[in-house]
């Protein structure tokens, strides 16, 4: 007992140098720099190879972009000094290479151009962002509002249903001159919302239930109802506003946190016979995705039937015409994927123009953010913080799965915004606050004294 | 719940994986196929991004480049189109190209690795340097000559240096203007359409693709063949032929289109084109020694390039005693190219040796720095030189005082020979009208020039002696012009 006393009473000594998480702010200063720096010189780049002259009013967007990153870095060395030093600045690139590259395919759609739109709501990104990284102090606050996400979630995925649709889906909401995809918005809220909802209940799910033969168990109808009511609701989703691609990202989070807080393989095992039963169903009966299946098992089709190559025809000779280096940026002929070549097919032109060497580097710069969103994930103590990372970097991966795969004809084509690089105001917005959560959960993560307390409790 | 994290991170990791193989195949592994694949524009795009180079006669160009704000950028125009569209063919963005257009397409279009002292720079840069300069060999006096001589009746001229083998004049007649096929859209497909369908072929190369019966033409070859074989060795012994002449082992009998043949001299045959002489004769020399003639002057050669392709001219290896009676004097199945007469006419004016034709001078960088020039090589001896010597001086006499009375120059040697060949059943077809014939300048070391003249629509005058109404003059016209010193 005294000696216990004795221990206690003793000052803790200094926790070795390696041990101590060090900040590394000066780190993100010095890489986001760096990439507003490479944003910059392919801005100046892609005007120059097109006009043979440096564009207008760089010294502006510079300074804009500059001011921009450095707002962004303040709100972290003050909100959340300890979160993770490659966020951000991965973040910041990815976003300034979306914009060079809609500025260069600007060039060759001189009646619509979306640079400028695009740029505007990256600075509401950021502006979010900030405001994010302020006011949120601790991830756990957002556990509280659980069941108002997903309420507010539905509500946002349902509305779209009653607007016009646009390009053969209804996940557009026109208002005033605005476009609007709450279907990004909404997964943010489902990921919340999953990830309180399996940290609650985890432990009925991961050993509750009647065991049906051998490992196999069934599920308390308890936990089971609103499982079955999210693969409906993707499902349904799916058929009303044709958007195969949002109910995948849903479905797909969904089985990745239940796996994650539950770690039974029949979990997954049964989330892919679910969707592949309504993938099936959906691709037999639904036209719209049926003809997305038959380009993708033979996308030069259009062209012995003398109709000419299709959007993903296009994209393909896009990315084999980019070869191993690339056509040089503003020096690809990717404006002939047509209308989606700034959205849905953007990573074609970086394909094109910047070769296998900078679409790799693209990639495995999503990679780096997925990565330090698991890395948050492993190091937080909390279930729900865990969760909620897990959450939010499989939604990152997901999405730039089924986007890249598509494009490339790795799997059948579903309309998705790459994160940060495509054109779309609600995508760039909703990534920059998944963006916010990923610097306050790794600030979390990272934090030593959340460690200690974590210890303590 | 750690461990399950770090799966679902392996997971994560796999489809970085997936993603990066599968760009890495379509990027490095399809790219050749997807960049063949006729559907993508990107190959069209890059190839008429930049002005195409230009072909050039006398060193000015006959071409030009016009910048048309499409997706396909540049379109070819022609300086006067229907005078060198034989020369130049078309180049269509719709239709592909032809003729030098066509031949020498790598050149023009900036893809020859010729035109860049570093191949590889390109490569890697995917940049293409810009299209070169053909410079042919046609004088532009020579082919307006021609051109203007044929006055839009349907014919065609061939002209060349015999000694070296260069071209300089190649017309066709009706001709078209190439730039009406320059571009794309519904205008082009129009005017192609109509081309093709116009019955007068104003897209056909007649000095080129279109295969004549050279009728009395023919008898410089037969009589060159006789000088060889020794079947003749006096020109001017008589020939003991009879007029009409039979056709051997036949009761069809051969007659003349003019009188005084019986009994003539082959010196005369040739100056007054008689038919039963020279039929006598190419009987006598044989079909084998006809056969060998022939085909050292060109005949039976379809790998003839100039650089574009020349349809083969005939005589048949295969024939009967009669049959190759009218064989030798240009009948039956025997026909040739207009450019193949001339080569004839240019084998005996440069004492036998046939120099290979060819219609490019060199080739340049957009700057003028040369990339190649004309391979000159010559395609054989036709004939011996005294053979050759003997033939000038046949040939010369039909222009002095046989049937090519229109070709004379003064102040030059000028030899010929007329032509009028009857073809269809019964002769029922428009008969051509031939001329082909050398000259050369007074004093002069070298022949400056062989031509030979084809004219279809000589209706009216059946005889012989249309060869030297129809067509001498026009012969006679290049001639001038090619004597004339540039």
Redesign the interface.
């Known amino acids: 007992m005294t000696a216990l006393t004795a221990k206690v009473a003793e000052p803790a000594p200094p926790p070795p140098r390696g041990d101590r998480a060090a900040k590394r702010r000066g780190v993100e200063l010095a890489l986001l720099t760096g990439a507003v720096l490479i944003s910059v010189l392919g801005h100046l780049h892609v005007g120059y190879a097109s006009t043979g002259r440096l564009p207008e009013g760089s010294s502006h967007y510079a300074a804009g972009l500059f001011g921009a990153a450095l707002l962004a870095h303040l709100a972290v060395r003050f909100g959340a000094p300890h979160a993770d030093p490659l966020v951000l600045p991965i973040a910041f690139l990815l976003n300034g290479l979306g914009l060079v590259l809609i500025r260069r395919l600007d060039l060759t759609t001189p009646h619509h151009l979306t640079a400028g739109e695009q740029l505007r709501w990256s600075a509401l990104g950021v502006v979010l962002f900030v405001l994010v990284v302020g006011l949120l102090r601790d991830h756990r606050v957002l556990q509280r509002y659980a069941y108002l996400s997903v309420a507010v979630a539905l509500v946002l995925m349902l509305v779209p249903v009653f607007f016009p649709a646009v390009n053969g889906a209804h996940i557009w909401i026109r208002l005033a001159g605005l476009s609007f995809q709450p279907g990004e918005f909404a997964k943010i809220l489902l990921a919340v919302f999953f990830a309180s909802y399996l940290a609650a209940n985890r432990t009925a799910l991961a050993l509750g239930g009647r065991r049906l033969f051998w490992k196999l168990k069934l599920l308390p109808g308890r936990v089971l109802g609103p499982i079955l009511t999210i693969w409906l609701l993707s499902v349904g989703v799916l058929i009303l506003e044709r958007d195969l691609g949002t109910s995948l990202l849903f479905f797909g989070l969904f089985v990745i946190m239940l796996f994650t807080a539950t770690g039974r393989i029949g979990w997954i095992a049964i989330g892919l016979l679910l969707a592949a039963v309504g993938a099936y169903a959906v691709a037999t009966f639904e036209p719209h995705v049926h003809g997305r299946v038959d380009d993708w098992m033979n996308p030069f089709a259009s062209i012995d039937r003398g109709e000419g190559p299709g959007q993903l025809a296009q994209s393909l000779f896009a990315f084999g015409a980019g070869g191993l280096l690339g056509a040089g940026l503003g020096h690809g002929q990717s404006f002939l994927i047509g209308f989606a070549a700034k959205s849905d097919f953007i990573l074609a032109t970086a394909g094109e123009e910047l070769g296998l060497v900078g679409l790799a580097a693209i990639l495995l710069l999503y990679g780096l953010l997925v990565d330090r969103g698991f890395r948050a994930g492993l190091a937080l103590r909390d279930p729900f913080g865990r969760l909620l990372a897990t959450g939010l970097a499989s939604i990152l991966a997901l999405q730039v799965f089924v986007i890249a795969g598509g494009v490339t004809g790795l799997i059948p084509l579903t309309g998705m915004a790459m994160p940060f690089l495509a054109q779309g105001g609600s995508s760039v917005v909703t990534n920059w606050i998944i963006v916010a959560l990923l610097i306050r959960l790794g600030d979390c993560a990272r934090r030593p004294q959340a460690a200690a307390r974590e210890v303590a409790e | 719940?750690?461990?399950?994290?770090?799966?679902?991170?392996y997971?994560?990791?796999a489809?970085?994986v997936?993603?990066?193989c599968?760009?890495?195949r379509?990027?490095?592994w399809?790219?050749?196929?997807?960049?063949a694949?006729?559907?993508?524009?990107?190959p069209a795009?890059a190839r008429y991004a930049e002005p195409r180079g230009d072909v050039l006669v006398d060193g000015k160009p006959v071409t030009g480049s016009r910048d048309s704000g499409q997706l396909l950028r540049h379109e070819r125009t022609y300086a006067n189109g229907p005078l060198y569209a034989p020369v130049t063919g078309f180049s269509s963005q719709t239709y592909g190209t032809s003729f030098v257009e066509r031949a020498e397409d790598p050149l023009l279009s900036g893809t020859d690795p010729g035109l860049s002292a570093f191949p590889l720079w390109y490569d890697?840069a995917?940049g293409r340097p810009a299209g070169g300069n053909v410079a042919t060999t046609i004088r532009a006096a020579l082919q307006s000559a021609a051109y203007t001589g044929l006055a839009g009746k349907r014919g065609a001229v061939a002209a060349l240096e015999p000694a070296t083998g260069r071209i300089l004049a190649l017309v066709s007649s009706p001709s078209y203007d190439p730039a009406v096929l320059s571009g794309t859209g519904t205008r082009v497909k129009a005017a192609w359409e109509r081309l093709n369908a116009d019955p007068a072929k104003p897209m056909l190369n007649r000095a080129l693709r279109e295969t004549y019966p050279p009728g009395s033409t023919f008898k410089i070859v037969t009589a060159a063949a006789a000088l060889e074989a020794g079947v003749v060795t006096d020109v001017d012994a008589p020939t003991e032929t009879p007029d009409p002449y039979p056709l051997p082992g036949t009761s069809t009998l051969l007659p003349n289109a003019g009188t005084g043949c019986v009994d003539a001299s082959m010196a005369e045959a040739v100056q007054w084109s008689c038919n039963t002489v020279m039929a006598k004769i190419g009987v006598q020399v044989g079909l084998e020694g006809m056969v060998r003639a022939a085909q050292r002057l060109g005949f039976n050669d379809d790998t003839l390039r100039v650089p574009s392709w020349v349809s083969r001219s005939n005589f048949d290896t295969d024939m009967s005693p009669d049959q190759l009676a009218l064989s030798a004097i240009g009948q039956f199945n025997t026909k040739a190219t207009p450019l193949q007469m001339a080569m004839v006419a240019a084998a005996v004016a440069n004492g036998g040796e046939l120099k290979s034709p060819h219609l490019v001078d060199r080739t340049t960088q957009d700057d003028g720095d040369l990339v190649r020039n004309a391979d000159q090589h010559t395609l054989g001896r036709a004939m011996s030189p005294g053979t050759a010597m003997r033939m000038q001086e046949l040939m010369v006499k039909v222009v002095r005082d046989g049937t090519g009375r229109n070709a004379a120059i003064p102040g030059a040697t000028v030899g010929g020979k007329t032509g009028t060949a009857q073809h269809g059943v019964g002769n029922a077809g428009t008969p051509y009208a031939w001329f082909i014939s050398w000259a050369k300048a007074d004093g002069a070391p070298f022949p400056a020039v062989a031509v030979a003249v084809v004219v279809e629509d000589a209706a009216a005058n059946r005889r012989d002696i249309s060869g030297n109404s129809a067509a001498a003059p026009i012969a006679r016209a290049v001639m001038e012009a090619a004597l004339r010193k540039p």
């Open positions: 719940m750690i461990r399950y994290i770090r799966w679902c991170g997971f994560c990791a489809l970085v997936a993603l990066l599968n760009v890495a379509v990027q490095i399809e790219s050749a196929a997807y960049g694949n006729p559907a993508n524009k990107r795009i890697l995917r």
